[in-house]
């Protein structure tokens, strides 16, 4: 059974700091997609970044980066320069392929980040 | 583009009742699911549906249904309402619904489901 933890429950950081939250997730399949979304207070959920588990290359894209380590399991996402506007629950989430569906995801806990003026 | 519309907002029954959420997916897009947000649980998928075919369920008992209609609106419906159910409910919809399994999914802002 696939298996999404953050074990960091909140965050708090200062205005234009980094911050990094942690994902580690389990999964029997070689097959499977890493997804981050945000979900501010309104509710719904935005699709951040996603990376495939052929593909370990880490990437920038604008203030968002991520760290990808199969042989850890852990798939990390790293805001830098924080701002108020940040401030939301960050969700990781699994999906298992090809066997598997992108619509079926498996979820962590949510990470709440709180960006201080 | 308008995005993903979930109707009604805000929701309030009482056990033993049924409950219908409605959701209608971005334009052009044919695969919808829905999923179940509480405290305790977390975000749990409860289904998919493509092309008016259920093709992917959860772990939720059979009290819990939907449907998918020709125009790819979704309707989940949830009978003999207990106070568990009580959660938001989001629903996703995505392109196609095919081909590599990493398309990303466009959620609305949910129904919040109070059951008293």
């Known amino acids: 059974a696939q298996k999404v933890t953050q074990a960091q429950t909140e965050i708090s950081v200062v205005e234009k700091e980094d911050v990094t939250l942690d994902c580690v997730y389990e999964t029997r399949d070689t097959t499977y997609y890493l997804f981050w979304y945000k979900q501010p207070p309104s509710g719904e959920l935005v699709f951040l970044i996603r990376?495939?588990?052929?593909?370990?290359q880490n990437e920038i894209s604008g203030r968002y980066s991520w760290n990808f380590q199969k042989s850890t399991s852990s798939f990390n996402f790293t805001i830098t320069a924080s701002q108020v506007v940040d401030s939301a629950v960050y969700f990781c989430a699994l999906s298992e392929g090809p066997s598997g569906s992108a619509r079926q995801l498996t979820f962590g806990s949510g990470t709440q980040l709180t960006v201080l003026p | 583009k308008a995005g993903v519309t979930q109707t009604p907002r805000y929701l309030i029954k009482t056990r033993g009742q049924q409950v219908t959420l409605s959701c209608s997916p971005i334009s052009g897009h044919r695969s919808v699911s829905w999923y179940q947000q509480t405290p305790g649980q977390g975000l749990q998928f409860l289904f998919e549906y493509f092309s008016e075919t259920q093709r992917n369920k959860g772990n939720f008992p059979g009290r819990f249904s939907g449907r998918q209609f020709s125009n790819s609106r979704s309707e989940m419906n949830v009978s003999t309402l207990e106070l568990g159910d009580s959660a938001l409910y989001l629903c996703a919809s995505s392109k196609t619904g095919q081909g590599p399994t990493n398309e990303k999914l466009f959620f609305g802002s949910g129904t919040q489901l109070s059951v008293l």
């Open positions: 990376r495939n588990s052929f593909d370990e």
